[in-house]
């Protein structure tokens, strides 16, 4: 069967891929210390399952409106008015399978053919694929380490052109863990005022595992002469660890949300009204889980960081947000495996790391961050600690020239 042109431009998933490789080498009987997973390892709050299990007896078990149930969205009204004191109506919600979906349809919604996204690097790694599916041009800007991996003002004026239609903003990042301050997004702000064809995408799934002493600045909330065109994505998948539940949501502009609800109409329907009652739960409901699982990713941070930074080939610097530490590995490049094998590149390093200590972690260029490898602490303390140790041995056994044979 003949496929569409459009999907010559997509890549598969590495973070799929990643994960893949590691299930088969599982099944072959290794013990894979696998770093790559970018999922909570909790369980899902007891009173959000026990939502779902209300659901489902109660017969809720049909078709929704597409932009979600009138109880998710009054959560999600509520969520964004406690944490950004942002006011929206059902006309500027719409609720997804994930925010991943949410994401791809209001691209769908808005690119023609040449269409400009400005993606700063490191970046997600669906943000340019999900671009050229629909026809657009990623335009990736590069945010150096020194610079906080965040986009400057300069660089994003620089990058504008009459063809930009989106500037992505996820904050805090993944792999970086890096986030915005309000002064930075004010910045921002002012470039994009100057520049009213321009929307901003927030992707914000992480903006509550945050290690801030206030809040997650948003966009949105910093500049309301924006509103008209910041389109705030989040979900509870990262949150409330409900990867599986699939339920995401934008908040934006009724005309684009209009489109995106046309789209979902004509494709998934509806999310899942199961996975709708447990949302509504997870975002009213009572949020100790969070606080809980945000100070152990916070101490597995801490330590993961330090142990990192004791290797000598290595770096990193500490995140903000997130559960990923983006691991500086340029250091290592250039040296020789045991093998003979010369490492050229983080690919080749991360190859390494599974082949030699049975670490799985994912190349920096999958997410625009040549020489540079992304780890999850979403995993516990003792996997962290004795991958952290295989990993330095691993580094350890590198040398500048090829052993002799």
């Known amino acids: 069967m003949k496929t569409a042109a459009r999907l010559g431009r997509i890549k598969p998933s590495p973070s799929t891929a990643a994960a893949q490789r590691v299930r088969e080498l599982k099944s072959q009987g290794l013990t894979i210390l696998d770093l790559t997973v970018g999922e909570p390892d909790f369980d899902t709050p007891d009173h959000v399952k026990a939502a779902a299990i209300r659901a489902i007896e109660a017969g809720e078990t049909k078709y929704t409106p597409v932009n979600g149930t009138s109880a998710l969205r009054d959560a999600i009204t509520g969520k964004l008015r406690e944490r950004h004191g942002l006011d929206a109506t059902d006309a500027n919600i719409t609720v997804g399978g994930g925010a991943k979906q949410v994401i791809f349809l209001a691209l769908m919604a808005t690119l023609d ?24 041009t990623p335009v990736i800007v ?62 914000e799934i992480y903006d509550e595992i945050w290690y801030g ?22 979900g509870v998948s990262k949150t409330y660890a409900m990867t599986g539940w699939r339920i995401g949501y934008g908040v934006g502009p009724a005309d684009l949300v209009t489109a995106i609800n046309t789209l979902q109409s004509q494709t998934s329907s509806c999310p899942s009204s199961v996975s709708q009652a447990a949302a509504a739960a997870a975002l009213t409901g009572p949020q100790g889980f969070v606080q809980d699982t945000v100070r152990v990713y916070r101490a597995r941070r801490d330590e993961t960081v330090k142990l990192v930074n004791d290797v000598p080939q290595l770096s990193c610097t500490v995140p903000d947000g997130g559960f990923y530490l983006l691991v500086n590995c340029q250091q290592a490049l250039g040296q020789f495996t045991p093998a003979g094998t010369r490492i050229e590149n983080d690919d080749d390093f991360a ?21 540079y490898f992304r780890i999850s602490f979403a995993t516990s303390t003792d996997v962290l600690t004795e991958a952290c140790e295989r990993i330095a041995t691993a580094c350890a056994a590198l040398t500048s020239s090829a052993p002799s044979v």
Do not use: K
Request: glycine fraction near 6%; proline fraction near 8%.
């Open 113 to 136: 053919e040449g269409d400009e996204v400005i993606v700063p690097a490191p970046y997600w790694v669906s943000y340019p694929d999900m671009v050229s599916a629909n026809d657009g």
């Open 351 to 371: 190859r390494h790391l599974l082949d030699d200590q049975q670490v799985a972690v994912i190349h920096g260029t999958a997410y625009g961050a040549p020489g």
């Open 213 to 234: 002493a206030a809040s997650a600045a948003s966009l949105a909330a910093v500049e309301p002469r924006l509103a008209d065109r910041v389109f705030l994505t989040n």
């Open 142 to 203: 590069d945010c150096p380490e020194a610079e906080g991996f965040r986009l400057t003002p300069e660089r994003l004026a620089s990058a504008i052109t009459d063809r930009t239609r989106w500037v992505v903003l996820n904050t805090p990042g993944n792999p970086t863990g890096s986030a915005y301050t309000t002064d930075e997004l004010r910045a921002l702000a002012e470039v994009l005022l100057a520049h009213p064809q321009v929307g901003v995408l927030t992707d």
